[in-house]
């Protein structure tokens, strides 16, 4: 019966042992030398090469990090350079301005800045109609009275990229 417990007892032994050198040997080949170095600019370097200055580091497990949602590249299209005018405004006359012409003529002029496109057009309208395009307008035997003025710059598909607006008064002697 002594014999019998010992064998029971040697052979617990022997597994414990064999369990034990296992583990030390998968632990032993999971560990991974990686070498630390400084140079001469303060930078810390890593790498897995030695040197005479490297300072061994024992790295037992690796991180990893999985993904669970890995994005896909998809290539961005180039922003289009868009254009914008800066300012439109009607310099002559003067907003708000009383023009004293017994004959009615009146020039309308306008700036714009940037200076205007070749795709793009300028249109004038006065009280509502459109008299011309460009940036000057000279108009004969306008009516007395307070007349609104407005210019736009229309693109070559006709959509409006600025505007503005003013008013004028015409002072005539009445017949």
Not at 21 to 29: H, K, P, Y
Not at 156 to 175: C, D, E, P, Y
């Amino acid at each position: 019966m002594f014999e019998k417990t010992n064998l029971i007892g040697y052979a617990q032994l022997m597994r414990l042992i064999l369990s034990s050198i296992l583990i030390l040997f998968v632990s032993c080949l999971a560990a991974e030398t990686v070498y630390k170095t400084v140079d001469e600019d303060g930078n810390i370097i890593f790498t897995d090469k030695p040197s005479e200055t490297a300072e061994e580091i024992r790295i037992d497990e690796l991180q990893t990090i999985d993904n669970p949602n890995p994005a896909k590249y998809k290539a961005s299209p180039k922003p289009k350079n868009i254009f914008k005018y800066e300012s439109l405004t009607v310099t002559k006359p003067e907003g708000g301005a009383g023009i004293r012409s017994n004959s009615g003529d009146v020039s309308i002029v306008v700036s714009l800045e940037p200076g205007l496109r070749s795709s793009d057009k300028i249109i004038l309208l006065m009280d509502g109609k459109e008299i011309g395009s460009g940036y000057s307008i000279s108009l004969q035997n306008v009516g007395r009275g307070t007349h609104s003025i407005s210019a736009s710059v229309v693109d070559g598909n006709g959509k409006t990229m600025i505007s503005t607006s003013s008013s004028f008064s015409i002072l005539r002697a009445s017949k």
